[in-house]
């Protein structure tokens, strides 16, 4: 079984940053893709960042130039780093990674979710 544990969230004024990480341990042959998504209450889930097996990165248009998506593959690990972070980026914060077995049974993998809180 494969289980992520995330970490990094709080509470931080409006122009401060916070750094998400998220490791992946257990039954992992490969990680492939990873990323980070949030919800904020009332809101739709959304993809906020994403990360190739390659190093290629996506972000969402509200945090490009903001955020920073990176990996550590001999950790299993992705991080999010947030910058001049403002009220709307409050949201529940979710890990997600694609995880290929031994036997290449690829599986998507949430976290458990890290609350970041930005106040005025």
């Known amino acids: 079984q494969v289980q992520l544990v995330e970490s990094g969230g709080g509470l931080v004024q409006a122009g401060g940053s916070l750094r998400l990480s998220c490791a992946a341990s257990?039954?992992?042959?490969?990680?492939?893709?990873m990323g980070w998504h949030r919800q904020a209450p009332g809101k739709q889930r959304e993809m906020v960042a994403v990360?190739?097996?390659?190093?290629?990165?996506n972000y969402a248009d509200s945090v490009k130039g903001r955020y920073t998506i990176s990996r550590d593959n001999a950790k299993n690990t992705v991080y999010l780093q947030m910058d001049s972070l403002k009220p709307e980026d409050t949201a529940v914060y979710y890990c997600?990674?694609?995880?290929?077995?031994?036997?290449?049974?690829?599986?998507?993998?949430w976290g458990q979710g890290t609350q970041v809180t930005v106040s005025s």
């Open positions: 257990g039954s992992i042959f490969r990680v492939n893709a």
């Open positions: 990360i190739t097996s390659g190093g290629s990165t």
């Open positions: 997600n990674v694609l995880i290929s077995n031994i036997v290449l049974r690829t599986t998507e993998y």
